[in-house]
């Protein structure tokens, strides 16, 4: 291999590393998002939650949905 070969290899190794340390966290992130909704799934099929929330749980989330607009 000549210089100007080995000098492109650097270069090149060089911005792959710069690129998976850009990469890395982001796909470290979605991993983790998915165990998280993966978990929550869980939870939620696992519950039997068939009743329906009374009036005074419907009305409270209305009106803190419409704060949340508001502001």
């Given at each position: 291999?000549?210089?100007?070969?080995?000098?492109?290899?650097?270069?090149?190794?060089?911005?792959?590393?710069?690129?998976?340390?850009?990469?890395?966290?982001?796909?470290?992130?979605?991993?983790?998002?998915?165990?998280?909704?993966?978990?929550i799934?869980?939870?939620?099929?696992?519950?039997d939650?068939?009743?329906?929330?009374?009036?005074?749980?419907?009305?409270?989330?209305?009106?803190?949905?419409?704060?949340?607009?508001?502001?």
């Open positions: 291999m000549t210089g100007n070969q080995i000098e492109a290899l650097v270069g090149m190794l060089a911005t792959f590393g710069l690129l998976v340390l850009m990469v890395l966290p982001s796909m470290i992130g979605i991993v983790r998002e998915r165990r998280i909704d993966r978990q799934r869980q939870v939620q099929k696992s519950s939650r068939s009743t329906v929330p009374s009036t005074a749980t419907w009305y409270a989330e209305g009106r803190r949905s419409k704060k949340l607009v508001s502001s």
